[in-house]
């Protein structure tokens, strides 16, 4: 069987396209959508993920901040920051890039995050309309997985769909939303005794585990659509999904790379989020 590769880039920017035109209408009305991005401490993954999301930003015409607090920084301090930026009418969209250093909790910050500018979809009241089936905003990365299915054409009702992983930032509003779309879902976690015997069952199969190459052809079923959403750093600098791309190879139909799949996805979504947003800011006459 011939594995076709899903190329995230050139979706991804298929959909900035777009992106750049529903900028352009807002313009015309006076809008710039606005995202505003807060790292604490000096992660060096966070930097390079911030990075890359400025200029994702700059890119399609939106105005972005990046607001740095050292890691030292106090829960209030962060929290003021947050609730200055709720008011900011030049912000559309608030991001706080995880993971926070130990001591301040991430519940209590996202929780602070007024929902309407929740571009990641992680505060509790966008969780539960998604888990409703009435999102607001959903999880970049989830998202994404959905855009790169149906530009794809990839039917999901009536599918087996496995996901590997259940964190709230990848695998569960990822088997949400298959699930909505009529998939019949598994949901598996570290603690499924054999893995294998399930992912080999899907139709669809989405990992995100973040352990890299956890996944082998003999794990899954011919012909299945793979989709790899790990980020794996390894030793020797280069970087690995969770699925064995090259053994994939001749037994998915379909599969994405390891970079150049998901990742730029996820990036591409933020951006519709942040748009979607002043759209909606826009539509009720500038509250967001
Ligand atoms: P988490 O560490 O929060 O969650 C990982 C999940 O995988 C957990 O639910 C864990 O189970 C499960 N898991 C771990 N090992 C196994 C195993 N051997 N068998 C079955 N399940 C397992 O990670 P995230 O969800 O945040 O991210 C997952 C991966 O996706 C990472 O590599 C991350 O870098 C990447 N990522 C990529 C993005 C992109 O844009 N492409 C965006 C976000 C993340 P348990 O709950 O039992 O511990």
Known sequence: MQTRIIDGNAIARELRAGLIRRVA?????????GLAVLQVG????SKIYVRNKMKACGEVGLYSEHIELPADADEWTLLERIRTLNRDSRIHGILVQLPLPTGLSAERVLDALAPAKD?????????????AGSPRFVPCTPLGVMKLIEHEEIGV???HAVVVGRSNI???????LLLQKGATVTICNSRTPDLGAMTSQADILVVAAGRPRLVTAGMVKPGAVVID?????????????????QSMLGTASRITPVPGGVGPMTI???????????????????SS
Do not use: Y
Not at 170 to 176: C, D, F, I, N, W
Not at 231 to 238: P, Y
């Open 25 to 33: 209408a807002l313009a015309a009305m006076g809008v710039r959508p």
């Open 42 to 45: 000096n992660h060096p993954a």
């Open 119 to 131: 571009v990641d979809g992680f505060h509790p009241i966008n969780m539960g309309l998604l888990a």
């Open 157 to 159: 009702q009536g599918r």
């Open 170 to 176: 990848v695998g569960k509003p990822m088997a949400l």
């Open 229 to 245: 959403v790990g980020i794996n750093r390894l030793a020797d600098g280069k970087l690995a999904g969770d699925v064995d791309f």
């Open 268 to 286: 591409a979504m933020l951006l519709e989020n942040t748009v979607m947003s002043a759209e909606r800011a826009s539509a009720s006459g500038g």
